[in-house]
C-alpha cells in the first residue's frame, strides 16, 4: 500500500510532498527516511524495499527546496525564512502524520548525509519519541562552515538573501572532490561508480545543480553550528540507540575523522553507539553496487535488535 500526503511545511509557504509506503504483511516498525543535500527520497527506493521487504513500514518526503516538493511550490533551493529547524519541524510533522495512520509502532529515522543532521536535531529535540536512529554520511565539524556563515549572514544583511551566488557554494562544498582524481561532473565525491554519478546529475528531481539562495546556505551552516560537540549530545536521550555508519572515502564525514567525532561526543555523554565504517568508499555507502545489501541489511539488523 502507498499513501501520498501533503503537509504545510514549518516555513508557512509551501506543502512538504511525502510518502508512507506499507508492506503486504503486519508491521512491526516503522523507519523514516530523511534525504539529503540536493537530492530527493525516491533515490532511497532499494532500501525502501528492503525494508519493505523486512516488514517495516517507511516513510519519506521530499525536503522543501528539494524534489516534487520544490516542483510543486516553484522553490528550487529556498527553503523559506522560518530557519535552520525547518526541516526538522517537518519531519516530525510527517512523524505524526504516520504514527496517526499506524499508531504504537517502533519508530526508527534513517539519515543520510544532511540527512544525518536533521535525524541529529530532531534527537535533540523529539528523541524521547524514538525507538532508535541510523545516521549515514555524517560529520562532526563541516569544514568551512564557519567562515562562510560570516560571509552569508552579511550577504543577507545587504538584502540579498533571496539570491544565489554561487561562489558561497563552492566555497562551502566545493573542495569535496579533493581525493577524487580526474573530475567532470563535479560530483564524483558521491560515489566512485560513474553510473551513479551520472543517474545523480541527470535526475530532474534532483536540486544540486540547481542554485540555493544564500538564507538557504545560511541556514544550513546554522543546522551544522546546533548539532556539534558534547553539548548537543547531551540533549539526545542517553536511552536512544543510535547506529553512525559512513565510507572512510567520504569527504563530508572527513574520510572517518567526522563520523568518528561524532560517536565520541556521543560516548562522551553516556551514550550506547554502535559505529561502522566501510573502507574504501565515498559518501553514498547504500548506492554501490557491491555493498549496498550489506549496509541496509546492517540498518535493519540494528532496528531488529533494539525490537527484540
Known sequence: MLHEVSFQSFNDRDEVQGWIYVPAAKPKGIVQIIHGFGEHSRRYLHMIVKFMDA???????????????????????????????TMMEDEHTLKTIVCEKYPDLPYFLFGHSMGSFITRDFAAKYGNELSGITICGTTGIFRGADKAAEALKKAIDEGKGKESDPQFTAGLMGWMCERCGD?????EWICADPYVQQDHADDPFDAFTKPTTNQALYDFTQMMESIVGTQWAEKVPKELPIYNI????????????????????????????????????????????????????????????VLS
Request: cysteine-free; proline content about 1%; hydrophobic content about 30%.
Open 55 to 85: 516488514d517495516y513500514i517507511v516513510a519519506a518526503d521530499d525536503h522543501v527546496g528539494h524534489g516534487k516538493t520544490a516542483m510543486m511550490n516553484d522553490t528550487w533551493g529556498d527553503w523559506g525564512d522560518k530557519g535552520f529547524h
Open 246 to 305: 559512513g565510507g572512510d572515502q567520504d569527504p563530508v564525514g572527513e574520510y572517518g575523522k567526522g563520523i568518528y567525532e561524532v560517536s565520541n561526543w556521543l560516548y562522551e555523554t553516556g551514550h550506547t553507539v554502535t559505529t561502522k565504517v566501510y573502507s574504501g568508499y565515498r559518501h553514498e555507502i547504500h548506492n554501490y553496487s557491491a555493498i549496498k545489501d550489506e549496509v541496509e541489511e546492517g540498518i535493519l539488523a540494528f532496528m531488529d535488535a
Open 183 to 187: 573530475v567532470s561532473i563535479g560530483n
